[in-house]
């Protein structure tokens, strides 16, 4: 039997280092595998909490879309859609709200976060967040989600949600298990706090080649002078490398580190270059793409009719339990 593999990422800014390695690439190299089903979305209500701008949002699900696309993902394979198309997440998200503690989503990392900082604005929606995102993961039922270390919490959540929802309704949903990444810890930015579209602190894939070196160079660096050894392990520079060079590159680059005589500057030469040679296949195949969106609506509109038919069966289930069905 096939593993079933569900994950959804957020259009809400242009695609970084942090989202390719800690999840995408993931995603794509689990498609590859005959071991299993995968369902990967975009989360556009999710989007909701921070974007504002109708067309900002349309323009950047269509940007994880395309990167998705171009970075190989096959809609034969995998069943790829827009969240905001399969409307069942939404009422699903209702019902497991009303099974929900409100102590639970009070010990988000995100909301608290956001009471701690006083974010200016404190919505239901990015309360209820959490919510959203099991019923995004419970409807389909999967076994894994594969997502980067910061929304495992999430997924702990979803499990608890799904235990109090069977413990009312009797057994309905299993327990997914979150996937992420062993050899990837949180993707540092180029202030070294965690990458992120909410810090500005991120290395685009697809920018155009000046951005991205813009981005590079603007890496933060300690002020040991270039005759001097570097310690790699808490250069972000560095860190960056290793996730996207060969073991024999990394050796290298490490030597040239401790003997001194080798300045931040240099590193970050090599690190552009590496980037601009790991995207440089995707990148043909993304201006193919954007030539013809009309393609891309037609992947995400087939996606979603395939996705509904799951997430129809599930709800159903649930109507049924809850009385709505009787
Ligand atoms: P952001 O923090 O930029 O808003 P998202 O929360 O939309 O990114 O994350 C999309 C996916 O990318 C998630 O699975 C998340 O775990 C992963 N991800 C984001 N930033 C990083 C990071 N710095 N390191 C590892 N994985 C990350
Ligand atoms: N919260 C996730 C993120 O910011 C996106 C997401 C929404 C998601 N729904 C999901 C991830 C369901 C996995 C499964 O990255």
């Known amino acids: 039997m096939k593993k079933r593999v569900l994950s959804g990422i957020q259009p809400s800014g242009v695609i970084h280092l942090g989202n390719y390695l800690g999840a995408i690439k993931q995603h794509i190299e689990m498609q590859q595998s005959s071991s299993y089903d995968c369902y990967f979305f975009i989360a556009d209500l999710h989007a909701l909490t921070t974007v504002r701008d109708p067309k900002k949002l349309a323009e950047m699900t269509m940007d994880v879309a395309l990167t998705y696309l171009a970075l ?25 709200s009303s099974v929900t503690p409100m102590g639970l989503l009070e010990r988000a990392h995100a909301w608290k976060d956001a009471v701690e900082k006083g974010a200016k604005e404190k919505t ?50 299993n327990q997914p298990q979150e996937l ?19 810090y500005n602190n991120t290395i685009s894939i697809f920018s155009p080649e000046p951005v991205i070196k813009k981005q590079v160079m603007g890496i933060v660096t300690d002020s040991t002078p270039v005759d001097q050894p570097k310690n790699p392990d808490t250069c972000n520079v560095f860190q960056l490398y290793r996730l996207l060079a060969t073991p024999a590159e990394i050796a290298d680059l490490k030597e040239k580190y401790q003997k001194g005589g080798y300045g931040y500057g240099d590193a970050k030469k090599l690190l552009l270059e590496k980037i601009m040679e790991t995207f440089e296949p995707y990148r043909k195949k993304r201006i193919e793409l954007e030539a013809d969106l009309g393609y891309v609506d037609r992947v995400l509109r087939e996606g979603a009719d395939r996705a509904r038919i799951e997430a129809k069966k599930t709800l159903d289930e649930v109507r049924k339990k809850i009385g709505t069905r009787p």
Do not use: C
């Open 124 to 173: 239901v929606g990015l309360f209820t967040y959490p919510v959203l995102m099991a019923a995004d993961i419970l409807i389909y039922k999967p076994d894994l989600v594969p997502v980067g270390k910061d929304q495992k919490q999430h997924i702990e959540i979803t499990r608890d949600i799904a235990t109090h929802f069977n413990s009312h309704f009797s057994e309905t949903f």
């Open 72 to 96: 190989g993902l096959d809609p034969e394979k995998t069943t790829f859609f827009k969240q905001s198309n399969v409307p069942e997440h939404t009422e699903l998200a209702w019902i497991l």
């Open 180 to 198: 992420t990444p062993e050899d990837v810890a949180v993707v540092p930015g180029t202030d070294g706090q965690k990458m992120s579209k909410s």
